[in-house]
Nanobody, 119 residues
């Protein structure tokens, strides 16, 4: 059974840092693009950042130069280092994996971890 389990969320003051982790199990993820999404209360889920199997990255404009995504394939883990946190970063953060399985694209999601930034 494929599982993505996020951890590392919590309450932090504005300007602080958190590191989120996403532990993957159930299949090999080393060839998959993986990413982090977030959903603030009353808003749609949005893509924050993703990382390809080759290490290439994308960041939404609002987190550039503050957030860093990385992956450790041997540990089946993806990380999101979040620095200089702002109130608007408050959201539930979800790990995402896009897999090609038997010629079908399947998207896996974790259950999320809450990040609350207080000013």
């Amino acid at each position: 059974q494929v599982q993505l389990v996020e951890s590392g969320g919590g309450l932090v003051q504005a300007g602080g840092s958190l590191r989120l982790s996403c532990a993957a199990s159930g299949r090999s993820f080393s060839s998959d693009p993986m990413g982090w999404y977030r959903q603030a209360p009353g808003k749609q889920r949005e893509l924050v950042t993703n990382i390809g199997s080759d290490g290439s990255t994308y960041y939404t404009d609002s987190v550039k130069c503050r957030f860093t995504i990385s992956r450790h394939n041997a540990q089946h883990t993806v990380y999101l280092q979040m620095n200089s946190l702002k109130d608007e970063d408050t959201a539930a953060y979800y790990c995402n994996d896009v897999a090609l399985v038997s010629e079908r694209v399947i998207t896996y999601w974790g259950k999320g971890t809450e990040v609350t930034v207080s000013s």
